[in-house]
C-alpha cells in the first residue's frame, strides 16, 4: 500500500525539481546558521549561489562521521536549541555518538516516513503493531512507534529482549505485525518454537527488520519460519533514524524517500560520484530536515542505486540491500570481503540455519578465514566422511564466490554466541 | 531385523563427552554399546541404549544434534576368525559396511557386532541364508 501518492509517485522530473528547491534552502541555512557546514563549503569552494539545481549537489562538501563527531554535542544544530523536542544519538560505541536533534517538523517528518515504511508491507489501522526495536537513544524503537502513530496502528512498545515476554504478547494480543532486527526475529521465532507454539497459527503478518546486516537467504529463512512477509528497511541515526528507506511487498531493493533525503553512490577511494547499477558508497543529503540537518553524509555502506520505474508504482530511486560496509570490509590477503557474502553462501546450503561466526587470524604471516557454522539436524550425519564432505562443499562454494581459501569448522548447536540486537559475526583476532 | 542406535554430535573439546554421559547419568539411561569417530574438529559418538526415546529426548533437551539411526547387531562367536566370517558374507553379498564396532557378553562366550551398512534388507537375507543371526532390538536390551 502506498501511504502519500502524491510524493511517492512524483514524476521524476517534478521530484527533481521539488529536490533543486529544498537543496538551495538547505544549502543556504546550513551556510548562515552552522559554522561547521560554512567552514566545509568555504574549503571546497561551493556556497548558496552556486547550488541552483540538485546536479549541483557534486559541488558541496562530503561529511564524515568523525567530523560530525569532533562539534559534539550541539555543533549540527541549525536551530536554537528551544526549538529542539527530542534527541537521539548513534551508540558511541567506537568514540563520541552523533547527535540528531529533532524540531517537531522533524518529528512529523519521521513520522510520515515511517508510515510510508510500514504502509509498503500492509501496515493499516487495524493492525497490532510489536515493537521489538529498542526504545531509547537508538532510534528504531521511537521511530517505528511515531510511523505507526500516524497510521493509526496500534503499537505495543515492548522493546527489545526478553524472548519469553514477546512470544506471550505474540499469542494474547495477536499482534499481526513484527518489528524488530533480523537476527532477532529468528532468535524469537527459536524461542517460540522452544515455547511449543506453532508459528504457523499466529496472526502475524508481515514484519520490518533493519539495523544490521542481512541477506536474501535470511529473508527467506525468516519467511518461512515465521510466516510472514518480511521487508527490509533502511535508515541511520545520522540521517532521521529508519525510514530513510524501505522495501515494497515486490521486494526488489528499497525505496529511498527521495523527496526527503537525496541519494548519492560515491566510490569511497575517491570520492567520485558513480551511475546507476555501480556499486560504492551510498551518500545521503537531508533535504527537509531543520534541527541537525545534514549535507552529504557518507554513510559507509555499499550499495548502488537503481531509478528505473518500479511495478509498485512508487517513482524513487530504489538502493540494493546493504551490500557490506566500508568499514566492516574485511581485507583477507589482499581481497575484500563483506560477511554478507559469506552468509549468502553458508545459507543458500540447504539445512543450515544462519548460525555463524568469521574468524580471522594471521599465521606465519598469512591470514587465514574459519567460518564456524553451527550444526542442525537436517545437516546431520552419523558418518564423518557425509560431515566432512559437507565442510568441503561449504568450501569450495566459498572459493567460488571470494575468490580466497577458507576454512569451514562445524560446530555445536547453540556454541555461538546469540545476541539479542545486533549479530557479532566477525571475530578479528589478527594483531598487525 | 534392525537396532536402534543414537548418533550424537560432539565438537572436540574438552569435558564435552563428560557432559554428555552426565547427562546420561542423571536420566538414568544405560549405554549398551558405544563408539566415537572423530575428525581433528568434531566428533560422532554412536551409542546403543537401553531406551532409545528417552535417550534422544534427553539429549535434544540438553541441546545435542542427536539422531536415531538405523543398524544391525549381530552375535558372533568370540573366537578367532568371528568377525571375518561375517564380513566375507556381506562383502560376497556386495554390501559396503559404513562402520561397525563391537562388544563383548560377559554371560556367554560371544561378541555383538553392530554394523552399519548401505543396504539393511539386503545384508540381512545375506546374513539369513548363510545361517547367522541378528539380534532384535528387544533381545539385544536384555543381553
Known amino acids: ?432 | 531385523m534392525s537396532v536402534k542406535q543414537i548418533s550424537v554430535f560432539l565438537e572436540n573439546k574438552k569435558g564435552r563427552l563428560a557432559e554428555l554421559t552426565d547427562a546420561l547419568e542423571r536420566a538414568a539411561i544405560n549405554m549398551r554399546a558405544l563408539s566415537l569417530a572423530d575428525t581433528a574438529d568434531f566428533g560422532v559418538l554412536r551409542i546403543i541404549v537401553d531406551d532409545v526415546e528417552r535417550c534422544v529426548a534427553v539429549l535434544k533437551a540438553a541441546g545435542y544434534v542427536a539422531q536415531v539411526t538405523e543398524v544391525i547387531a549381530i552375535e558372533v562367536e568370540d573366537k578367532p576368525g568371528g568377525l571375518h566370517h561375517i564380513l566375507k558374507v556381506l562383502d560376497a553379498a556386495a554390501i559396503n559396511v559404513e562402520y561397525l564396532y563391537a562388544y563383548v557378553e560377559q554371560s556367554k562366550a560371544a561378541a555383538v557386532v553392530i554394523c552399519k551398512v548401505d543396504d539393511r534388507g539386503k545384508a540381512g537375507d545375506a546374513l539369513k541364508r548363510a545361517g547367522i543371526t541378528t539380534i532384535a532390538a528387544d533381545v539385544l536390551k536384555t543381553l
Open chain 1, 1 to 432: 500500500m502506498i501511504w502519500d501518492t502524491e510524493h511517492e509517485t512524483l514524476p521524476r522530473g517534478e521530484l527533481a525539481a521539488l529536490q533543486g528547491e529544498r537543496l538551495c534552502r538547505l544549502v543556504d541555512v546550513l551556510y548562515r546558521r552552522v559554522p561547521f557546514y560554512r567552514r566545509k563549503m568555504d574549503d571546497l569552494g561551493g556556497k548558496p549561489p552556486d547550488i541552483r539545481a540538485i546536479d549541483d549537489i557534486a559541488l558541496l562538501p562530503l561529511t564524515t562521521k568523525d567530523e560530525m563527531r569532533q562539534v559534539y554535542p550541539y555543533g549540527l544544530l541549525a536551530v536554537d536549541l528551544k526549538e529542539i523536542v527530542e534527541i537521539h544519538t548513534s551508540s558511541g560505541t567506537t568514540g563520541k555518538p552523533v547527535v540528531d536533534a529533532y524540531t517537531a517538523g522533524d518529528i512529523d517528518v519521521w513520522s510520515e516516513v515511517m508510515a510510508r515504511t510500514l504502509a509498503t508491507g500492509g501496515t493499516a489501522r487495524h493492525d497490532i503493531v510489536q515493537n521489538a526495536f529498542g526504545y531509547g537513544l537508538f532510534t528504531g524503537g521511537l521511530g517505528v512507534h511515531y510511523g505507526a502513530h500516524r497510521i493509526g496502528a496500534t503499537v505495543i512498545p515492548i522493546s527489545g529482549g526478553n524472548t519469553k515476554r514477546q512470544v506471550a504478547v505474540l499469542q494474547d494480543f495477536k499482534s499481526s505485525v513484527l518489528t524488530c532486527t533480523p537476527s532477532y526475529a529468528l532468535y524469537l521465532a527459536e524461542g517460540a518454537r522452544e515455547e511449543g507454539l506453532d508459528l504457523s497459527k499466529t496472526c502475524l503478518k508481515a514484519g520490518f527488520f533493519g539495523a544490521e546486516p542481512w541477506s536474501e537467504s535470511m529473508r527467506k529463512e525468516i519467511e518461512a519460519t515465521l510466516h510472514i512477509l518480511a521487508i527490509d528497511i533502511y535508515g541511520l541515526t545520522e540521517i532521521i533514524g529508519p525510514g530513510v528507506a524501505s522495501e515494497c511487498e515486490r521486494q526488489d531493493g528499497l525505496h529511498i524517500f527521495e523527496d526527503h533525503f537525496y541519494p548519492e553512490i560515491i566510490d569511497p577511494a575517491t570520492g567520485k560520484v558513480l551511475g546507476d547499477g555501480e556499486k560504492g558508497e551510498l551518500v545521503i543529503t537531508t533535504l527537509t530536515k531543520t534541527g541537525t540537518p545534514v549535507l552529504r553524509y557518507r554513510t559507509r555502506d555499499i550499495t548502488y542505486l537503481d531509478r528505473r520505474p518500479c511495478a509498485c508504482g512508487r517513482t524513487s530511486a530504489r538502493m540494493h540491500r546493504v551490500l557490506g560496509r566500508t568499514d566492516d570490509m574485511l581485507i583477507i590477503r589482499g581481497v575484500n570481503v563483506f560477511p554478507s557474502q559469506i552468509e549468502e553462501v553458508i545459507l543458500a546450503i540447504e539445512g543450515v540455519e544462519p548460525h555463524y561466526q568469521l574468524v580471522v587470524e594471521r599465521r606465519d604471516q598469512l591470514d587465514e578465514l574459519e567460518v564456524q557454522v553451527e550444526m542442525n539436524e537436517r545437516l546431520f550425519s552419523d558418518e564423518i566422511g557425509k560431515l566432512e564432505a559437507a565442510e568441503r562443499r561449504m568450501e569450495e562454494m566459498l572459493y567460488g564466490t571470494l575468490n580466497i581459501h577458507t576454512r569451514v569448522k562445524l560446530v555445536e548447536p547453540k556454541s555461538i554466541a546469540r545476541s539479542e540486537g545486533k549479530a557479532k559475526r566477525v571475530i578479528d583476532k589478527r594483531v598487525l
